[in-house]
C-alpha cells in the first residue's frame, strides 16, 4: 500500500521553464513533508521541506507548495537548469514515529533539454 | 569532507553467507537510518536509530541488525544472506525533525 505516489514517473522540461513535480500521500497523520533529488549511483540528496503548519516553502529556485485538504504537495523549480536532471523523490513523515522515519514515493525522472 | 559515508560501495557475495555495511556521519547529528531501494527502485525504510532507541520496520527480516558502537557510527549486519537481499542499502542521518542526509549507498548483489 504506497502512502505517498508519484504518478508521473518522469517529466521532460526545456531549459528556462517551470517544472512541476507532483505528489499525493493518503496518510493524514503526516505531517512533515520533503522533497531529495538523485542523481545516479549517489545517495539522495536533501531539497526542501515543509511542515503540515505551512502551505508553502521557497529556496532560491526550489519551491514546495503543500495542501492538506487535497493530500498534495508539488515541488516547482523556476528556472529550470540542465543540471537539474536527476530523480526527484517526494518523502513524508509523522511526528509520531518518533524518529521521524520518512515514507518515500517512487520518484519521477526530471529531464531538463537544454 | 563527506557527510555521510559508506563502505563498501558494492558487496558480491554468495547466498547464505554474512555482511556487514558500514556506515559513518561526521554532522553530529543524534539519529542514524538504514534505508534499502529494491528492484522497482522503491526507497523504504529499515531502521531508525538514536542513542535512545531503535525502531524497527516490521517488514525487515529479523536476519538484519543494525549495530551502532557510537553516535557517528550506525553499521548493518546481514546473515545468511538471500538472492531477495540484492539491492542498494542507504546510510542516512539527521537531527530529529530535520531534514535527512543519505550516504552514497551499497550496492549488495547475492548470488
Known amino acids: 500500500d504506497q502512502q505517498v505516489k508519484q504518478n508521473s514517473p518522469s517529466l521532460s522540461v526545456q531549459e528556462g521553464r517551470i517544472s512541476i513535480l507532483n505528489c499525493d500521500y493518503t496518510?493524514?497523520?503526516?505531517?512533515?513533508f520533503l522533497w531529495y533529488k538523485k542523481y545516479p549511483a549517489e545517495g539522495p540528496t536533501f531539497l526542501i521541506s515543509?511542515?503540515?503548519?505551512?502551505d508553502k516553502n521557497e529556496d532560491g529556485r526550489f519551491t514546495v507548495f503543500l495542501n492538506k485538504s487535497a493530500k498534495h504537495l508539488s515541488l516547482h523549480i523556476v528556472p529550470s537548469q540542465p543540471g537539474d536532471s536527476a530523480v526527484y523523490f517526494c518523502?513524508?513523515?509523522?511526528?509520531?514515529?518518533?524518529?521521524?522515519?520518512?515514507?518515500f514515493g517512487k520518484g519521477t525522472k526530471l529531464s531538463v533539454i537544454p | 569532507d563527506t557527510a555521510v559515508s559508506q563502505t563498501p560501495k558494492y558487496l558480491v557475495t554468495q547466498m547464505g553467507n554474512d555482511k556487514s555495511i558500514k556506515c559513518e556521519q561526521n554532522?553530529?547529528?543524534?539519529?542514524m537510518y538504514w534505508y534499502k531501494q529494491d528492484s522497482k527502485k522503491f526507497l523504504k525504510i529499515m531502521f531508525s536509530?538514536?542513542?535512545?532507541?531503535?525502531?524497527i520496520n516490521e517488514t525487515v527480516p529479523n536476519r538484519f541488525s543494525p549495530k551502532s558502537p557510537d553516535k557517528a557510527h550506525l553499521n548493518l549486519h546481514i546473515n545468511s544472506l538471500e538472492l531477495g537481499d540484492s539491492a542498494v542499502y542507504f546510510c542516512?542521518?539527521?537531527?530529529?525533525?530535520?531534514?535527512?542526509?543519505f550516504g552514497p549507498g551499497t550496492r549488495l548483489t547475492v548470488t
Open positions: 496518510n493524514s497523520m503526516f505531517d512533515y
Open positions: 554532522l553530529g547529528h543524534d539519529t
Open positions: 518523502a513524508a513523515s509523522f511526528s509520531g514515529a518518533g524518529s521521524y522515519q520518512l515514507t
Open positions: 515543509i511542515s503540515s503548519i505551512k
Open positions: 536509530y538514536n542513542n535512545k532507541e531503535l525502531i
Open positions: 542516512a542521518s539527521s537531527r530529529i525533525g530535520e531534514g535527512q542526509y
